[in-house]
């Protein structure tokens, strides 16, 4: 009986396939590798502005002429900048970094407590009391920002440390983040520790917390930067030159009668270094905590 050739492609047509989708891919490659790079350069201009006109002359920045990088730098600025005796920006920036710091550790303490507290621990109403933490997100702050200043101004906290702290450490977004978080916790290890002995305050600490480092940088991230980027509150509350911050006092460089650009680019590139190390710093276990802090139970 005579055999028949199975049909099938020809080596050259699969072959020929083949390249284009060799070819195809390449060029997406490319495409998206174009596509970051300019991405990248429109993300990139303001901090070159904020360089370039902070080692510029009033005059080259005011100039009707545009030039990629004046002539002459002048690093001066940056000497000009902190032995400028009508803003106190060294004392700012201590003071921002200390907020921030604070602010960050506080509410970390607060929401993660809290956000294992719904996620672990049952109760009547547990439900309710979550569905209460995310009204209060639907909330716009300048409702509650004049009571606020009330209670403070009554308390005496008025430009203190206490009073541009402890008002801020209250986060229900964070309360969210870190519920969202511990649901996806596995229970096996916290029922080894139970067998073990210890109660939720210790398996908090013990168990929980040190298997949940992505999440707790994330939120503290995002806590240190909105802190350290504040601005009315500070400007509220922080009335005495000795309680401004960096954002209060980069406001100060233009004012009704004077503007003094090169200090104020100069000042807000200085204000924006601890954000940067801060998001270099953690930006792997940001992403990690984001990832992993999903909206379904």
């Known amino acids: 009986m005579r055999r028949h050739p199975t049909s099938g492609p020809a080596p050259h047509s699969t072959s020929r396939a083949l390249q284009t989708s060799q070819a195809f891919q390449r060029f997406a490659r490319g495409l998206r590798l174009v596509l970051l790079i300019a991405l990248a350069g429109l993300f990139l201009i303001p901090f070159y502005l904020l360089i ?42 201590w003071n921002s970094a200390v907020i921030a710091v604070l602010t960050t550790a506080g509410t970390l303490l607060l929401a993660s407590l809290a956000g294992y507290g719904l996620a672990r621990i049952e109760y009547p109403y547990a439900n309710h009391v979550f569905y209460a933490f995310l009204v209060t997100l639907m909330i716009p702050s300048a409702v509650t920002f004049v009571p606020s200043f009330v209670l403070v101004s009554a308390l005496g906290w008025i430009s203190t440390l206490r009073g541009l702290i402890i ?13 969202q978080y511990f649901l996806g916790f596995p229970r096996e290890l916290e029922d080894a520790a139970r067998v073990d002995g210890l109660g939720y305050w210790r398996t908090f600490w013990r168990i929980v917390v040190p298997n949940t480092r992505p999440v707790f940088a994330a939120v503290g991230a995002i806590v240190f930067i909105g802190s350290w980027n504040s601005f009315l509150w500070p400007l509220v509350i ?31 590139a200085v204000s924006i270094l601890p954000l940067l190390v801060v998001f270099l710093v953690l930006q792997r276990h940001i992403v990690a905590g984001a990832e992993r802090s999903g909206i379904d139970d």
Do not use: C, K, Y
């Open 52 to 93: 370039r006109n902070g080692l510029a002359a009033e005059a080259d920045i005011t100039g009707t002429e545009w030039t990629f990088f004046p002539d002459s730098l002048h690093w001066e600025n940056l000497r000009e900048l902190f032995d400028d005796s009508s803003v106190p920006m060294a004392h700012a920036l």
């Open 167 to 179: 008002p801020t450490l209250f986060s229900a977004l964070a309360v969210f983040l870190f519920r």
């Open 238 to 268: 922080g009335q005495d030159r000795d309680a401004w911050t960096a954002q209060v006092a980069l406001a100060t460089f233009t004012t009704a009668q004077t503007v003094n650009l090169h200090e104020l680019f100069i000042a807000a």
